[in-house]
């Protein structure tokens, strides 16, 4: 069993930056490959970023690609997503999701956070 916990969020004017936290209890942490995923107000939840278990293979959503850096420190059991030059578009509840073998998806994650909102004024 894990349980993820999700903090950091805020809100922030347009070309800030916001660190979002996911902090993962157990001790199978490294097992999982792990993702960020947003779901903006009347709109589906959506793929931000994935890394794999040891921290690399990294991939990013197109709208986020070059502004958000995904990040984790298997020793701490943290999940980190560095967003930089915000945009009112980035405006939404952000959540992390655990999956063993494979890289979680919306439809496919073994464990959800509860999400932590992020808004971005113009």
């Known amino acids: 069993q894990v349980q993820l916990v999700e903090s950091g969020g805020g809100s922030v004017q347009a070309g800030g930056s916001l660190r979002l936290s996911c902090a993962a209890s157990?001790?199978?942490?490294?097992?999982?490959?792990m993702g960020w995923f947003r779901q903006a107000p009347g709109k589906e939840r959506e793929f931000v970023a994935k890394?794999?278990?040891?921290?690399?293979?990294?991939a990013y959503s197109d709208s986020v690609k070059g502004r958000f850096t995904i990040s984790r420190d298997n020793a701490k059991n943290f999940m980190y997503l560095q967003m930089d030059s915000l945009k009112p578009e980035d405006t939404a509840v952000y959540y992390c999701?655990?999956?063993?073998?494979?890289?979680?998806?919306?439809?496919?994650?073994?464990?959800w956070g509860q999400g932590t909102q992020v808004t971005v004024s113009s």
């Open positions: 157990g001790r199978t942490f490294s097992s999982y490959a």
């Open positions: 999701a655990a999956r063993r073998i494979h890289y979680p998806t919306i439809r496919n994650s073994d464990y």
């Open positions: 890394i794999n278990e040891r921290g690399g293979g990294t």
